[in-house]
């Protein structure tokens, strides 16, 4: 802008006002604050114009102003204009919402939907008056904007006064393009909650907790993404919920979160790590403490329990960290003692509806509430008998006493258990898994997820544990066609009853066992009659059954092989077909007869262990250039020069290439089989005596020897390994399809009364799950606009299809 | 302001004790970029002293961001404060479009039962 002077204009720039972003004033791996409303307005201009400035000391003084030139004559002199007093502008106060990125945009709305608009810059350096929001929906911060708007001084009563905050002007990054530092407009936030509205209960320092609230960083997994002190307070809700029964963990143990750490664990697949993370897990379980808490809703435990929370602070024990105490301690956690009537008011004050899913002031007075008094969870819990440990095996607790009676019967009988009681495999499977796609021998609506089914030990499905061994027969044909099975455990000759046996007590000398095969088109064969001296069988599946165990039916497909699959190696596609096909065999380890046919001749499929790491090593090494298996290369591009360093690594030494070079390469140190360099040719009419090389194609074989090996440089060659059974461009083989043993389903029992009549819905409901929890968004029940774990609705109807409302099975 | 190419940023400089007000679009002559450097000089022509206030228009309103500058014979102010700055953006880069953290995926485990 330009100011007029007697002398003419001035230019003068003034301070740039910047796009702003918000982030936490603490250095975390990401500290950028997503989902921030900021309801913000400029300060009200002054009443009245500042004074000139006074010089600067040792500056010389400021002339003394002209006198005023004498009026005019004139009959009557006009009143001088006096300059308009500035007027007090009433603040507008605004709602921004920062972005992924921390960007704060101006929150508008278009056809009653929320857009994120214009980012309207700020001035560095200059203050604001702001209010920080933490909420899952704009409403709070479009209210507070329009209570300020429509009356300040009564705002501000209700909502405290804004806070006075200048925005700064920092170096976020460099441009990697022109190497310019990025400067921006930051506004940073301690993180400490009364800085934020609303205020959450004190029971959690005050913060208001809810899934993907600001401080939780993009990615969700890694723990030091999250501010601290929002990390510890939903850890210690994770830790209350558990505490009072609603799943907050994983299979292994379900009242407990999984430690971040957990994902450096390769061994331990399907831990889910969410400690300190609000996920959907402990979105629902809050959100099934407050309907529970809010109608009243509650148990009584009884006796005595390994404490896990702190007195006063319920701070996490070390004992809450340890799986063990969370599996010998779980049969405490039974009970069927109701509230008394005057302990009925299970929330300090009545939690209202419109929070579901916030843990915010009265949700959170309720927690400490219920663990004050020792109430948990009025449904179902989740059991596991204390020998269990180190098992990811935790059962419904209708089940659990099916269970100890199995082991009664069995002991009773005589069977061989473990030492420490009966063991099973698994029981309770995570809701996180298998929820899009069933896993292998998995089905999405699955009895496991509800606690009511349970999978017998044994070793890599298809043996007997030793410790508890099982064997296993193929029952006879089915009216319904399905393949089952009638599972024998074993009982030493002396330990077995003869007199009084009731109906669903069998011994037998022999059994016909089922050996398994993945490669037979039949899953196997049944096997001529099994002995075990000094011992006897006895029917394991009689005594489940008359428990109400019922054993289910193999599934229809998956356990058999379907054939082969045969084809040429007429490009990448197919050798890398070939390639994982290959492992996939070798890695099922069922199929003890298998073959492949390469070039018309018959492999046993254990046989080709090398040959198969040949090949995976040559497609590893040259993916990028399509490996057929030869591949061609021009060394002198890019993409040449780098297959021919990744064909130079260490770890390729040893093959031998087939080489084939478009023209006229003498070899190189490690080559053999070209030509030897000739005289170069002189032509009488070539005056300048340039050496005419001879012409191609030569060929010859390089082995591979690190840096050491030589390639043409000049010309396109191509190359083919020598694989230890001969493999080439065109070659045709034949890879079986195995079957895989987990769809056979031998081991699995389900508890009847615990399912049968119900929906899949009803019976997670039993354990603290909720529809909004289950359901994704083609169920149609977000709340704040997120939805739960991803299930579909169906009712299991051919229009529906499979979802949580059909029937469970 | 924001990259939005639908939406050319509109400036105006209001004067709060007179009668000067002056708006500027993106794409005006008086609007100027630097080069590629990141901010767009607002131009504004033969400012009188006084105070005013600085809107920006988005969303059908006008929302002020500043209000109280001062203008003088000697300069711009804010408060007792200078508020020049001869700034151009040379030095200044582009904030990076996605600066979220890596993200971290899970295998999915094969337990292999029902």
């Known amino acids: 802008m330009s100011s007029d002077k007697s002398t003419g204009s001035i230019p003068v720039q003034v301070t740039p006002a910047m796009r702003t972003r918000v982030r936490c004033a603490a250095d975390h ?10 309801v913000w307005a400029a300060l009200p201009v002054p009443k009245k114009a500042p004074e000139p400035t006074p010089p600067a000391p040792g500056a010389a003084p400021a002339p003394p102003p002209a006198p005023p030139a004498a009026p005019p004559p004139a009959p009557e002199p006009a009143e001088p204009e006096k300059p308009k007093e500035p007027e007090f502008e009433k603040q507008v106060f605004a709602v921004k919402r920062s972005n992924e990125m921390g960007d704060l945009l101006e929150l508008w709305t278009e056809d009653g939907a929320s857009k994120p608009g214009k980012a309207i810059p700020l001035f560095p350096g200059v203050e604001y008056d702001m209010y920080f929001v933490r909420y899952p929906s704009e409403t709070y911060a479009v209210q507070l904007a329009n209570a300020l708007n429509s009356n300040f001084a009564k705002g501000i009563e209700t909502y405290g006064k804004p806070k006075r905050i200048a925005p700064e002007r920092v170096v976020t990054g460099v441009d990697k393009k022109t190497k310019a530092t990025i400067e921006e407009s930051v506004i940073k936030v301690d993180h400490k909650p009364e800085l934020f509205l609303p205020q959450g209960s004190t029971f959690y320092k005050g913060w208001l907790l809810f899934r993907d609230m600001p401080g939780t960083g993009a990615n969700q997994v890694i723990g030091n993404i999250q501010c601290p002190p929002l990390r510890d307070e939903v850890r210690r809700l994770q830790f209350h919920l558990g505490r009072l029964r609603y799943i907050v963990g994983s299979h292994y143990h379900p009242y407990s979160p999984e430690p971040a750490e957990s994902i450096h664990r390769e061994a331990d697949d399907g831990r889910y790590p969410n400690e300190g993370l609000f996920d959907v897990v402990l979105w629902n379980a809050v959100l099934r403490f407050q309907r529970d808490a809010r109608t009243g809703n509650a148990l009584k435990l009884t006796g005595a329990r390994v404490p896990t929370l702190a007195a006063g602070t319920f701070d996490p024990l070390p004992a809450a960290l340890d799986p063990k105490v969370e599996i010998t301690d779980s049969l405490h956690y039974l009970t069927t003692a109701a509230l008394d009537a005057k302990a009925k008011e299970t929330a300090p004050s009545a939690i209202p509806a419109a929070v579901d899913t916030l843990v915010e002031k009265e949700t959170g007075d309720a927690v400490k509430k219920w663990l004050e008094n020792e109430w948990r969870f009025p449904g179902k ?9 180190d098992w990811k095996a935790w059962v419904h607790e209708d089940v659990y006493a099916a269970v100890l009676d199995l082991e009664r019967e069995l002991n009773t009988y005589g069977a061989i258990v473990a030492p420490g009681g009966l063991l099973i495999n698994n029981g309770f499977r995570d809701t996180r898994m298998s929820v899009y796609n069933a896993l292998s021998g998995q089905a999405i609506y699955s009895i496991h997820k509800s606690g009511f089914a349970i999978d017998m030990i044994m070793d890599a499905y298809v043996r007997p544990y030793a410790q508890q061994p099982l064997y296993f027969e193929k029952a006879p044909p089915q009216p319904d066609g399905a393949v089952r099975w009638t599972v024998w455990c074993v009982v030493p000759d002396a330990k077995v009853i003869t007199e009084d046996l009731p109906d669903h007590i069998e011994y037998a000398d022999t059994i016909r066992p089922w050996k398994y095969d993945s490669g037979s088109p ?11 001296p000094g011992q006897k069988f006895l029917n394991f599946t009689k005594i489940c059954n008359s428990l109400q165990l019922k054993n289910i039916a193999a599934h229809s497909t998956g356990w058999q092989s379907v054939g082969f699959e045969e084809f040429w190696l007429m490009g990448a596609q197919e050798f890398q077909n070939f390639v994982n096909l290959l492992q996939a065999a070798l890695a099922n380890g069922n199929s003890p007869h298998s073959k492949v046919t390469i070039n018309g001749a018959n492999y046993e499929l254990q046989s080709l262990r090398g040959f198969a790491g040949e090949v995976k090593k040559w497609l590893d090494a040259t993916a990028p250039s399509s490996p057929a298996p030869v591949i061609g290369l021009q060394p002198w591009t890019k993409e040449g020069g780098k297959q021919i360093e990744r064909l130079r690594a260490k770890d390729m030494t040893g093959f031998v290439l087939n080489t084939y070079v478009e023209g006229y390469w003498t070899g190189g140190r490690t080559s053999d089989g070209f030509p030897p360099p000739e005289d170069p040719i002189m032509t009488p009419a070539d005056p300048f005596g340039f050496c005419e090389e001879p012409p191609g194609p030569t060929e010859g074989t390089i082995e591979l020897m690190g840096k050491e090996t030589d390639f043409p440089d000049r010309h396109m060659f191509t190359v083919t390994p020598d694989f230890s059974i001969f493999l080439e461009y065109g070659s045709k083989v034949a890879v079986p399809l195995l079957g895989h043993p987990a769809h ?3 081991w699995h029992f389900q508890y009847t009364p615990g399912y049968e009549g119900k929906r899949w819905v009803d019976i997670l409901e039993e354990i603290g799950w909720t529809e909004e929890g289950l359901l994704g968004k083609a169920g149609n029940k977000p709340i704040f606009g997120l939805y739960g774990m991803g299930y579909k609705p169906g009712d299991g109807s051919k ?6 409302y059909m029937r469970a099975t | 302001m924001d990259g939005n190419p639908f939406q050319r940023d509109l400036v105006r400089l209001r004067q709060l004790d007179g009668g000067y007000e002056s ?11 630097d080069g590629k450097n990141p901010l767009n000089f607002f131009h504004f022509q033969q400012v009188p002293p006084g105070l005013y206030a600085i809107d920006v228009y988005a969303q059908d309103t006008w929302r002020t961001i500043l209000s109280g500058l001062t203008v003088k014979t000697a300069g711009a102010y804010y408060g007792n404060d200078s508020f020049e700055d001869p700034d151009n953006g040379e030095t200044m880069g582009v904030p990076l479009e996605s600066p979220a953290a890596p993200h971290f995926e899970e295998g999915t485990p094969d337990l292999g039962q029902c």
């Open chain 1, 29 to 38: 791996a990401d500290p950028w604050l997503r989902g921030l409303y900021l």
């Open chain 1, 381 to 389: 819990i989740l059991v596991a008998k204390p020998n269990w440990v």
């Open chain 1, 522 to 532: 039949d899953g196997g064969s049944t096997q001529p009659p099994l002995v075990l």
């Open chain 1, 744 to 746: 056979m389903e031998w």
């Open chain 1, 799 to 804: 229009k529906q299809g499979q979802g949580i």
């Open chain 2, 23 to 33: 708006q500027l679009m993106e794409g005006d002559p008086d609007v100027r970029r």
